[in-house]
């Protein structure tokens, strides 16, 4: 990426003064992509809540889900039958993005297809292994692995081509090992790939720091690095990035919100205001936090362009790795 996200939230600091809105919702929703529970729930949950407990919301906002391909299915939908609704937000991950990247979504239907407007907050990933296990370090990991890339199997919850795998070809990337060469296994979800490493199934598992807090207190694993742009605060602050152990590995679970690709201009100022306001409300970071994530706070143009940049880097990485053709 061209921008680092501190570059970002510079930027959407200085960007808040948008023009006032003539817009007002009256019947705002929330669509996530999947059935009831699981991360998009959890997105959807956080604005529902976190809007009305900063006082943001005149009328409660409905939470609805609409299940299909990380997202795929409600992407078409707006794009297809409510492009221009402006009182339907829907949920996306980085997880969604991967997928645009990949053309999953469509192949008439990419990154420019909707109005990115607010994030939730963030997660990143994290390389953990077995807490027996020899490396102490990112750099003594991969030292082993470049000399037998073959003894060393990546596991986590997704196939080939997932957020999961794709945390693992970016260390290889990073470590100057061709990703092909990796061998990975994929598990129905990260529980079972947890419960792999710890039988010895595999040897390194990509997971994210969202599930590591409990495995790491229990003793049963051990954090090499933490894939976030600089050293996470608080009871995360001891565990050093892939970035200062000089690997070039950053991967940011980004949780947010977009609008149909044709809400008026007015409509999706109002939601990037609504989201601004909320960033300085207490109120809203405690709700995001309460479900687990780190506040980041980026709306309106500022999200947009970081979004763009987003697919684009997933974009190189897929066609590196050979999952698509450039």
């Known amino acids: 990426m061209t921008k680092s996200i501190r570059a970002l939230l510079l930027a959407s600091g200085l960007s808040i003064a948008l023009s006032a809105s003539a817009f007002e919702a009256n019947k705002p929703t929330c669509i996530a992509p ?5 991360g998009f729930d959890l997105t959807c949950r956080i604005i ?3 809007f009305t407990d900063a006082g943001l919301t005149k009328v409660p906002m409905a939470v ?7 997202g795929a299915v409600a992407y078409n939908y707006i794009n297809s039958s409510n492009p221009d609704d402006p009182n339907k937000l829907v ?3 980085s997880g969604s993005l991967l997928n645009i990247a990949q053309g999953k979504f469509g192949k008439n239907l990419d990154e420019n297809n909707a109005r990115w407007v607010g994030t939730a907050g963030v997660d990143y990933g994290a390389i953990l292994v077995k807490a027996d296990a020899p490396w102490n370090t990112l750099g003594e990991l991969v030292n082993d692995i470049k000399i037998d890339p073959s003894k060393f199997v990546f596991g ?14 970016i260390i290889m990337k990073s470590s100057g090992i ?3 060469k990796m061998r990975y296994v994929a598990y129905e979800g990260g529980g079972e790939a947890l419960a792999a490493l710890l039988g010895g199934h595999i040897k390194v598992f990509p997971g994210d720091v969202g599930e590591m807090e ?3 207190n229990s003793g049963k694993v051990k954090v090499l690095a933490i894939m976030s742009p600089e050293r996470l605060k608080g009871k995360f602050s001891q565990y050093p990035t892939a970035i200062e152990q000089g690997f070039n590995a950053e991967w940011t679970i980004l949780r947010g919100y977009y609008l149909g690709p044709k809400v008026s201009d007015d409509a999706y100022h109002y939601w990037a205001e609504q989201f601004q306001k909320a960033y300085q409300n207490p109120a809203f970071d405690k709700a995001v936090i309460k479900k687990g994530l780190v506040p980041l706070h980026l709306s ?3 999200l947009n362009s970081y979004i763009k940049e987003r697919v684009v880097y997933m974009r190189g990485l897929a066609v590196e790795a050979g999952l698509i053709k450039q």
Not at 156 to 169: E, H, L, P, R
């Open 64 to 70: 609805t889900f609409m299940p299909g391909g990380v």
């Open 300 to 302: 309106g143009m500022t």
């Open 156 to 169: 986590a919850g997704g196939g080939v081509g997932s957020q999961d795998w794709m945390k693992a070809a």
């Open 48 to 50: 529902a809540s976190g």
């Open 34 to 38: 999947a059935k009831p529970g699981g």
């Open 178 to 180: 061709d990703p092909k």
């Open 214 to 216: 409990g495995l790491v």
């Open 91 to 93: 949920a996306f991950s």
